[in-house]
Nanobody, 121 residues
Framework: QVQLAESGGGMVQSGGSLRLSCAASVLTFSNPAMGWFRQAPGKEREFVATITRGGSMTSYADSVKGRFTVSRDNAKNTMYLQMNSLRPEDTANYYC??????????????WGQGTQVTVSS
């Protein structure tokens, strides 16, 4: 059964940090890659970060490079997104997804429900 569940969202001031978690079923976590995407009101869903099944390869959107870190614990079937130096423009609903190693949301057939991140100035 395919299951993805995000947690860890919330409200934080600009410059603060949050860590998002994505708990997945064993079947879902066995996909070639896991990714994080975000969507702000009135905007399209955009790529944030992705990590391969073994964790050896990662990729980030330019807007988050150097501030966000994606990781995974395969023993716990959980992926993480450590977000530091948060900015108001990072405010969005954050989704985790499972699929191919790609920056395109079309490469990920499985999605969680999302967790809201709000950064105040």
């Amino acid at each position: 059964q395919v299951q993805l569940a995000e947690s860890g969202g919330g409200m934080v001031q600009s410059g603060g940090s949050l860590r998002l978690s994505c708990a997945a079923s064993v079947l879902t976590f066995s996909n070639p890659a896991m990714g994080w995407f975000r969507q702000a009101p009135g905007k399209e869903r955009e790529f944030v970060a992705t990590i391969t099944r073994g964790g050896s390869m990662t990729s980030y959107a330019d807007s988050v490079k150097g501030r966000f870190t994606v990781s995974r614990d395969n023993a716990k079937n959980t992926m993480y997104l450590q977000m530091n130096s948060l900015r108001p423009e990072d405010t969005a609903n954050y989704y985790c997804a499972a699929g191919a190693y790609s920056t395109s949301p079309r490469s990920y057939p499985y999605w969680g429900q999302g967790t809201q991140v709000t950064v105040s100035s």
